[in-house]
C-alpha cells in the first residue's frame, strides 16, 4: 500500500512568490491534515479535512495560506506571498474512520526555504 | 506556557542502555497518548498509543501514563542506533475533536 506522497519534497523561494504543495492521501482515508513543524518544534495542525470539507481551519492564517481538496482525495495547499518566516517544513497527514484518535500517517514533508 | 512539553535533548546513550523520554501535560482532558518517531527528513511515525492512564508494552518499548501527575513516558530497552531519532509526544482528547497536540520532540542518539 502507497503511503501519504507530498511534492515537491523541497522548494526555495524569494519571498513575496508564491507557492504550492501537493499532497495524496493513502487510498480510501477520508481525513486530510495539513501540518507546520518549525525547527525543533513539534508538528502545528493548519487544517482538517473531512473528505472534501474544511472541519478545522483556525490555524490557518487566512491571509496568505489557502487549501483546498476538491474531490475529497488530493489536497494543495497554497502561500502566497511568501515570508521569511514560513521556513519550514509543511506536512501531510492522513487517517481513517474507525482508526484509533491521532493514528495519523504522514507523509515525508515539503521543506520550504524562503530567501 | 504549552499544553505539553518536552525535553529537547540531545539524549546521547550507549548502544543497549535503556532510554526514558518524558512529557508533562497541563490539559486534564486528553485521553489519548501517543509517541511518534521522527527519523531525519521524514514525516512522524506512530510508534505507541494508550488510552487514558495504564501501561502499554510492544516488544522494546513500554509507554507509561500517569494522568494524575499529567506525566507521560515512553521506556526503550536494549537501545540500538536504528533508535537513533526525534521522538514526538502527541495527545488528544474528546472534547476538541482529537485534535493532536504535540510536544517538541526529544532528540536521541544511540552510540555504537
Known amino acids: 500500500e502507497a503511503g501519504v506522497v507530498q511534492s515537491p519534497r523541497y522548494k526555495i523561494i524569494e519571498k513575496k512568490q508564491p507557492v504550492a504543495f501537493w499532497c495524496n492521501p493513502i487510498?480510501?482515508?477520508?481525513?486530510l491534515y495539513w501540518y507546520l513543524q518549525n525547527l525543533g518544534q513539534g508538528p502545528e495542525l493548519l487544517i482538517r479535512y473531512e473528505n472534501e470539507e474544511a472541519v478545522d481551519d483556525s490555524q490557518l492564517p487566512k491571509d496568505r495560506f489557502s487549501a483546498e481538496r476538491l474531490k475529497g482525495v488530493d489536497s494543495t495547499l497554497k502561500i502566497q506571498p511568501a515570508e521569511l518566516g514560513d521556513s519550514a517544513v509543511y506536512l501531510c497527514?492522513?487517517?481513517?474512520?474507525?482508526?484509533?484518535?491521532?493514528?495519523?500517517?504522514f507523509g515525508e514533508g515539503s521543506r520550504l526555504t524562503v530567501l | 506556557q504549552k499544553e505539553v512539553e518536552q525535553d529537547p535533548g540531545p539524549l546521547s546513550v550507549p548502544e543497549g542502555a535503556i532510554v526514558s523520554l518524558n512529557c508533562t501535560y497541563s490539559n486534564s482532558a486528553f485521553q489519548y497518548f501517543m509517541w511518534y518517531r521522527q527519523y531525519s527528513r521524514k514525516g512522524p511515525e506512530l510508534l505507541m498509543y494508550?488510552?487514558?492512564?495504564g501501561n502499554k508494552e510492544d516488544g522494546r518499548f513500554t509507554a507509561q501514563v500517569d494522568k494524575s501527575s499529567k506525566y507521560i513516558s515512553l521506556f526503550i530497552r536494549d537501545s540500538q542506533p536504528s533508535d537513533s531519532a526525534t521522538y514526538l509526544c502527541?495527545?488528544?482528547?474528546?472534547?476538541?475533536?482529537?485534535?493532536?497536540?504535540f510536544g517538541s520532540g526529544t532528540r536521541l542518539l544511540v552510540r555504537p
Open positions: 494508550t488510552y487514558s492512564s
Open positions: 502527541a495527545m488528544s482528547a474528546v472534547d476538541s475533536s482529537y485534535k493532536l497536540i
Open positions: 497527514a492522513s487517517s481513517h474512520g474507525g482508526a484509533v484518535p491521532g493514528e495519523l500517517f
Open positions: 487510498s480510501g482515508h477520508n481525513t
